[in-house]
Each structure stands twice: as C-alpha cells, then as structure tokens.
C-alpha cells in the first residue's frame, strides 16, 4: 500500500471519497470490490478521529430499547453477526454484567424483560460457524451471585443482576486499516495526511455539480487536483464543515457533535465488562487488553473539531463515577494511564432547538443526495455508529451506482472476510500459527495473530530474513521491531504516532517510556532516511500525545 497522490491526480475516478475513518474506509471496500474505481483522502491518518475514540465495542444498542428503535436495534444485532464472520481475529464475544436496582425500570425483572426482547431480536446470533464466537442469551441472578462474580462492586443499593453478550474489537483503528487495506487490493486508490480544501465544478444533468476536489499535502504543502463522477463526504465530525466548503452557505444537514471520554486503568473487574444504569447515561468498565476502560462520557461539544482533548474535568467525573459503582478501592488521578476521546457525529434532528442532548440523539445515519439542493455528483453520510458501518456503506454504494447509472456488482461485504479475516476458527488458526512461527516467542505469536489475523505471515517472513526484527521494542508488550517496518513499507504509516497508536498498540495503555518511542524513532528514520532533527521532532510530537492532559498526575 503506497500513498502516490500523483497516481491519484491522473484519471477521473467513479468514486472520490473525503474521510478514513471507519465509514470511509467502509464505502472504500465496497466500492471497489463492486467494480467502481476509487479514490479516498485522508486529511489526518486512517481512523485517527471517531474510528479510534470508541468504547471498542460492536453492539447492538441496548439502550436503544428505550427509545423503541427496534429497526436500528435489529440491524446492529445483524451487523454485529457480520463483523464476526468478516473479522475473525478482530471480534469476540463480551459478557456484560449489570447491577439492578429497586422495582422499577432498573429492577431485575424489568431489566430481564428488556434483555429477553435484546435477545429475541437477535434470534440469528449463532448462525456462526465458529461455536467460540457464538453468544449465549441473557441471564438473571441474586445479588450474592452477582457480588461472587464480580466482588469489586459496590454492593450498596444493589438487588440482584443481569449479564448478557455483546462483542469487542481488539484494536478499532486495525479494523479500519484492514478495509482500507482491502480497498487497496480492490484497486482503491488512497492517501492519509491528505485534506480536502476546495471543490471544483461542472455541470451535471443540467446542474451545477461537483466534478473534483483540491487536496493538500499536508507535508510537503503540494496541491493536487482529484477528479470524480461522485464525490462522496464520509467526514465525520468534520461533515458539515464540509458540506459548508462545498454548497458555499450553511451545512443543508446539521450534526450534534458528541464528546466521549474514556480512561484506561489496570484491571478492575473479572473477564466480564461492567454495565451500570444511570439517569443521565451509561457507565462501562470494560476488561481489554489486561486493563479496564472506563467510559463513556456523552456531551454536547461546540467547539472546533480539530481542539478535541480529554480534560481534567473530564478525568475526575469518570474517576468518580468508577468510585461509585466500585467497593474496596478508590481511583485516583494517578491511576490513569491513558486517557482518549473521540467525537461521534449524530444527525441533528432539530436544528431550531437550543438545548442539545447527545445522549438521547439517535444514532441512526442519513445518506444525503445533495441534488436536492441543486448540487450534483455529490453526497453526505451524516451519523451512524461504528457497528453498522458496513450496512451504511452498502447503502451508499447502492446509491453511488443509481446516480451513475450504472447496474454495479451485488454487495458481498456482507460474507467476503477482511484482508486478515480468513482463518477459519480462530482457535484452530491460532494453532497452526503457533506451529509455523515457533522461531518467534509465543506471547509474539499471538500478538501477531490478534493484529494481523492471516497477514501475520507477512510481518513473519521479515523476521525470517532479518532474525534482528524480532526484538521487541516496548518491553510492557509484545511487538517486535518487524511490525514497526512493516507499517512503513506497507500500511503508509508516516509517523511515530501512526506507529505508537494506529498500527500496534504500543501506546494505547500509556506512555511506553522514553526508550521505546526513540526505539521507533530510529527504525522509522532507517526506513525514511530521516535526519537527526527530524528524528527528534518526531518523537516531541509523539511525546505531546501523553505530557496533555497526563503530566498532571505526576504533580498528585
């Protein structure tokens, strides 16, 4: 995978898509593996934003019950099935445990209700090949079960509980790269660190329509010219804003921007996620990764996208939300390792109202055809929720191919497994994995099979010939050296940082210390043939992603 924006500039392509994250990247694979040929920039690097501010889950919205949204409910649940079928060794089953509370709508009974409706709409749950990947349905229990299995909670106010299933990603912004990487394979034609500045006209069925867009460099500063039949705008956060560059006047469709804050801490719970109810919210402490997750915050957000950070506000409402629902400890400040947050673009459904609430905005998509504000050629996706990315990308193709006119390829997203996701049982490939690679320690095996699923022979085979690449370079975890040149010379990772959060996950559980950041540094700049000054703003530019909002906690 190489980022050529010359190759890019020199054809009309069916396809110009702005935005990789998730919903991009989606509409990327789709498309190409539908016959269309396609262009996506980035203007950031592959799920940088919303992609990889997640909880990390592929759910299908319990709380969604509450609004009654049976239809979105059902399609997450399907779609939920599907990334398990497409993404093997990137989706597993979670158990969620959840504390009940009272006789009303907290109540066991209630709660169980509830779950048993969860459950009946995902009747297809276990049409799975795999038995591990298969989810039971929900379960209720007493108090004195509940506290045995998950003995840190707070027992106050509790009458008994309810556990029920829903599914994890190992690593959000892998899972974006693989459809990336498979729109690539497809004949895609990508490029991150690439933004969208201007849009470029003609006429179209008798209107005026947006025929190109102007894209920067944005490390060399060059401008190239990328021409489309559709230009599609998979932005995100940033989809108004680009709506408004495009039309010249007020975004035609509103978001609501929604902040979500999460803290990573050492393990908390037992195996099983935490789910509390609150009346303003949801409160997970999710296990991943040999640490817990504490989120999510759902806040109206207003100001620029691009100045999104973690507060210490921000912090200290988790921490006590965590001390709460927790007994026996109390979380400080200094027990943060990492804190993110990301943004998740809702469908503003009443843009007269003053008084947003993000929480309770539905998490439902709109695919706006913007000739119906007489602009041609050009379409929105505006909200949506990572578990049905896939659905929505289907739909916009759908549409991408009436507007051309073209009869395209039936959609097979649905059963075509990701570039790592043909393994069979995940289990069984973990085996034969662990057979093939024994020259690399098995915590490294494993490692690779998890991030890389059946391409794991690629970053294998550089160890093969260079037995020096099996070092690891973080000494908390398990990636080697191999992986840092694998994402140079094959996953377009431009920087430390794309190294350190989006193609490992070195820095995802906090700072890995200053040796293993200089580590990449000076593997990258081998690759790059960096200079020493180079080498040295690299690594300051990594080193911000942890001293803002963290360093306060050395004061504590």
């Not at 396809?15 to 991009?24: S, Y």
């Not at 649940?77 to 597993?92: D, G, N, Q, S, Y």
């Not at 066991?108 to 995902?122: C, E, K, P, Q, V």
């Not at 556990?163 to 690539?184: K, T």
Request: aromatic share 8%; hydrophobic share 40%; charged share 25%.
């Amino acid at each position: 995978m190489k980022r050529d924006l010359d190759a890019m500039s020199d054809r009309i392509h069916d396809v110009v898509i702005i935005g990789g994250g998730i919903t991009g990247a989606m509409i990327a694979w789709d498309a190409s593996l539908r016959g269309l040929s396609v262009a996506l920039v980035e203007a950031n690097d592959f799920g940088h934003a919303t992609t990889s501010g997640s909880s990390k889950l592929i759910h299908g919205g319990l709380r969604y019950l509450k609004n009654l949204e049976f239809g979105l409910i059902r399609e997450s649940l399907k779609e939920r099935r599907i990334w398990e079928i497409i993404a093997p060794h990137m989706v597993f089953p979670l158990e969620f445990v959840m504390p009940t509370s009272g006789f009303g709508s907290k109540s066991r009974w209630i709660t169980g209700l509830g779950l048993a409706l969860y459950d009946a709409l995902a009747f297809d749950r276990n049409w799975l090949n795999d038995d591990d990947k298969k989810l039971p349905r929900h379960r209720v229990f007493s108090t004195k079960r509940l506290l045995a299995m998950q003995p840190a909670l707070n027992p106050d106010g509790i009458r008994g509980g309810v556990s029920y299933f829903d599914c994890q990603m190992v690593s959000p912004e892998r899972l974006c790269l693989e459809c990336i990487i498979g729109a690539v394979q497809n004949g895609a034609r990508v490029a991150n660190y690439t933004r969208a500045t201007q849009f470029k006209y003609g006429i179209s069925n008798g209107m005026r329509a947006v025929n190109a867009i102007e894209a920067t460099d944005t490390f060399t500063g060059a401008r190239y010219v990328i021409r489309g039949r559709m230009i599609i705008n998979a932005a995100g956060p940033w989809a108004d804003l680009v709506q408004e560059t495009a039309i010249g006047g007020t975004a035609a469709r509103g978001l609501i921007r929604s902040k979500g804050v999460h803290l990573i801490t050492r393990n908390l719970t037992r195996n099983q996620a935490v789910a509390v109810q609150s009346g303003d919210g949801h409160f997970f402490i999710l296990p991943w990764r040999g640490h817990s997750i504490l989120g999510t915050t759902d806040t109206v957000y207003k100001g620029n996208p691009e100045e999104l950070c973690v507060t210490e506000e921000d912090i200290e409402l988790l921490l006590e939300r965590a001390n709460k629902v927790l007994s026996g400890t109390t979380l400080h400040r200094r027990d943060v390792l990492h804190a993110y947050a990301g943004l998740r673009p809702l469908v503003d459904a009443d843009p007269a109202a003053d008084n947003k609430n993000s929480y309770n905005a539905s998490r439902k998509v709109e695919i706006f055809d913007h000739s119906r504000e007489n602009l041609g050629c050009f379409v929105s996706v505006i909200g949506g929720k990572w578990t049905t990315a896939r659905l929505i990308a289907e739909r916009t193709v759908d549409l991408v191919g009436q507007k051309l006119g073209r009869t395209l390829r039936p959609c097979t997203t649905e059963t075509t497994p990701l570039p790592g996701g043909e393994i069979g049982k995940f289990q069984s490939f973990k085996k034969r994995a662990m057979q093939k690679f024994d020259f690399l320690e098995p915590n490294v095996c494993e490692n690779l099979v998890l991030t890389y699923g059946s391409m794991a022979e690629d970053v294998a085979s550089l160890v093969a010939d260079a037995p020096e690449l099996s070092e690891c370079v973080d000494a908390r975890a398990s990636d080697i050296a191999a992986q840092v040149v694998h994402a140079v010379r094959q996953e377009m990772a431009m920087t430390v940082d794309d190294i350190l959060f989006r193609r490992t996950g070195i820095g995802t559980l906090g700072h890995p210390g200053g040796d293993t950041v200089t580590r990449v540094a000076r593997i990258m700049s081998s690759e790059f043939g960096w200079d020493a000054a180079e080498t040295i703003r690299q690594v300051e530019a990594t080193e911000q992603q942890f001293i803002n909002p963290l360093s306060a906690a050395e004061a504590l």
